[in-house]
């Protein structure tokens, strides 16, 4: 087992050692104190679309239980915490009335943070749109970019001057292509006309959200949430290494190319681009504004081949074969390089702010058995990452922090509950939490870092 004494020190004495959840997955209590549903109350209430028609109804229960799951943050010596505030508590039809006790909510919670010396990290946006918004096209419509904007504006007015960091959003990888393209996520689509639409409304809204959070708490610095794609060829064919630079281009260049550079990838462009929505004038401009910092979620690589097939579209690769053989029980593969060719990659192509580790986890559905979650691999999973992080780090990488996905087992999307991320272990029927051996393990790093 990795000495999580000696991994500690490796890093620098400012590093933020943190943990992270999202409001759908974590809350529960979706009907209550005004809260209206989201596209993925809906979208799990349709057949096949979560395993077991799990929904997010009851989930951790935190709404209940924000008071104990924040005493084993600061049990666990977590110095901060990143979550996710719901846009269907705050103005439950996305536009319109503002709900005051969807605000009261998380007063309370940051409050609780604060009383606790817990670091508030939040995040304005994990997935879960007010379906009421559904009825102008959802992320399709541009019209939802404004509506994000006001939403941000409400929460930064109330919250904003007890928080330490603030997030547009998490991963629009998966609100834009999961979700509109590939149809596993929320709202359900599978039409690349669609998918772009909800792409350039997600980079205007970030960047309309941008300037209401500089205006209205311009002390709170403000970050993007990406779950960039480490790319890697399936061999160093011409093909292949052209087919990789065109997945990063799909995958990554769609975010970060307007965020950090104000344009689109010339590929992108070129292959799709009769199918884009309009780009107005300033729209660049708005979303590239400057950012204090950006997180990457990062969890396994993406192997790509060339796609040769005529009718292959854009990006046209193919899933090139694993070549670790350690996988996790959700499937990714385990290949801990990927995290630093994925760091080295994109600050070699943009200038790019601060970075947070804003996700990185594993799943490993290893059973409570007496009272005790052995969960080694999960364990080994932190270990070979951190120690990947706090490389990147002592070569000079701007790395402030690092949030391990998750605090606590939750609602894992199409998966519900049967995939487990969590550093605690949650009994679904009893609602107990049970800190796993990779938790204890973590715990000491925290301590560890905390009193450097
Ligand atoms: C994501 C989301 C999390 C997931 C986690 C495991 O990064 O996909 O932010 O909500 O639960 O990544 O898939």
Request: glycine share 8%; hydrophobic share 40%.
């Given at each position: 087992?990795?000495?999580?004494?000696?991994?500690?020190?490796?890093?620098?004495?400012?590093?933020?050692?943190g943990?992270a959840t999202a409001a759908?997955?974590i809350e529960?209590?979706?009907?209550?104190d005004g809260r209206?549903?989201?596209?993925?109350?809906?979208?799990?209430?349709?057949?096949?679309?979560?395993?077991?028609?799990?929904?997010?109804?009851?989930?951790?229960?935190h709404y209940?239980?924000w008071e104990?799951d924040l005493?084993?943050i600061?049990?666990?010596?977590?110095?901060a915490y990143r979550f996710s505030i719901a846009w269907p508590r705050i103005i439950p039809?996305?536009?319109?009335r503002i709900n005051e006790k969807g605000l009261d909510f998380y007063d309370r919670l940051i409050d609780g943070c604060k009383a606790r010396g817990i670091k508030t990290y939040a995040t304005l946006y994990h997935?879960d749109?007010p379906?009421?918004?559904?009825?102008?096209?959802?992320?399709?419509?541009?019209?939802?970019?404004?509506a994000f904007q006001r939403y941000a504006k409400v929460v930064m007015a109330r919250l904003g001057d007890r928080l330490d960091s603030v997030s547009t959003f998490n991963?629009?990888?998966?609100?834009?292509?999961?979700?509109?393209?590939?149809?596993?996520?929320?709202?359900?689509?599978?039409?690349?006309?669609?998918?772009?639409?909800?792409?350039?409304?997600?980079?205007?809204?970030?960047?309309l959200a941008v300037e209401a959070i500089r205006h209205v708490a311009p002390n709170v610095p403000v970050g993007l949430v990406?779950?960039?794609?480490?790319?890697?060829?399936?061999?160093?064919?011409?093909?292949?290494?052209?087919?990789?630079?065109?997945?990063?281009?799909?995958?990554?260049?769609?975010?970060?190319?307007?965020?950090?550079?104000?344009?689109?990838?010339?590929?992108?462009?070129?292959?799709?681009?009769?199918?884009?929505?309009?780009?107005?004038?300033?729209?660049?401009?708005?979303?590239?504004?400057?950012?204090d910092w950006?997180?990457?979620?990062?969890?396994?690589?993406?192997?790509?081949?060339?796609?040769?097939?005529?009718?292959?579209?854009?990006?046209?690769?193919?899933?090139?074969?694993?070549?670790?053989?350690?996988?996790?029980?959700?499937?990714?593969?385990?290949?801990?390089?990927?995290?630093?060719?994925?760091?080295?990659?994109?600050?070699?192509?943009?200038?790019?702010?601060?970075?947070?580790?804003?996700?990185?986890?594993?799943?490993?559905?290893?059973?409570?058995?007496?009272?005790?979650?052995?969960?080694?691999?999960?364990?080994?999973?932190?270990?070979?990452?951190?120690?990947?992080?706090?490389?990147?780090?002592?070569?000079?990488?701007?790395?402030?922090?690092?949030?391990?996905?998750?605090?606590?087992?939750?609602?894992?999307?199409?998966?519900?509950?049967?995939?487990?991320?969590?550093?605690?272990?949650?009994?679904?029927?009893?609602?107990?939490?049970?800190?796993?051996?990779?938790?204890?393990?973590?715990?000491?790093?925290?301590?560890?870092?905390?009193?450097?």
């Open positions: 087992m990795s000495d999580p004494k000696i991994l500690a020190s490796r890093f620098p004495a400012d590093f933020t050692f943990v759908y997955q529960g209590s979706t009907r209550a209206k549903p989201s596209i993925w109350d809906a979208f799990s209430r349709m057949p096949g679309r979560v395993h077991n028609r799990d929904t997010g109804d009851v989930a951790c229960d209940n239980r104990e005493d084993l600061q049990e666990m010596g977590v110095e039809d996305g536009t319109g997935w749109l379906l009421s918004l559904m009825g102008e096209g959802g992320w399709t419509a541009r019209s939802t970019a404004f991963e629009p990888w998966c609100s834009v292509w999961l979700s509109h393209l590939y149809g596993i996520h929320a709202p359900g689509e599978r039409n690349m006309e669609a998918a772009l639409a909800a792409m350039h409304t997600t980079n205007l809204a970030h960047g990406l779950n960039a794609q480490a790319v890697i060829p399936g061999s160093d064919s011409p093909e292949d290494l052209a087919a990789t630079e065109r997945a990063f281009d799909f995958h990554n260049g769609a975010f970060f190319g307007p965020v950090f550079k104000g344009e689109y990838p010339a590929s992108l462009l070129s292959a799709l681009g009769g199918q884009m929505p309009s780009v107005e004038e300033g729209d660049l401009a708005v979303i590239s504004q400057k950012l950006w997180g990457l979620n990062y969890y396994t690589p993406l192997r790509v081949s060339d796609d040769p097939s005529k009718d292959a579209v854009f990006p046209a690769t193919l899933h090139a074969p694993f070549v670790s053989q350690t996988v996790t029980d959700i499937g990714w593969e385990v290949y801990p390089p990927a995290m630093r060719s994925c760091v080295e990659d994109l600050y070699q192509r943009y200038e790019l702010p601060d970075c947070y580790i804003t996700e990185n986890g594993a799943c490993d559905n290893t059973a409570l058995v007496d009272g005790v979650v052995d969960d080694q691999r999960r364990l080994a999973y932190y270990a070979d990452h951190l120690s990947v992080v706090a490389d990147l780090a002592r070569d000079g990488y701007p790395m402030k922090g690092y949030f391990a996905w998750s605090l606590m087992d939750n609602f894992e999307w199409a998966e519900g509950y049967r995939m487990r991320f969590g550093l605690v272990h949650v009994d679904y029927d009893t609602q107990v939490r049970t800190i796993k051996t990779s938790g204890a393990w973590y715990s000491i790093i925290c301590k560890t870092a905390g009193a450097q």
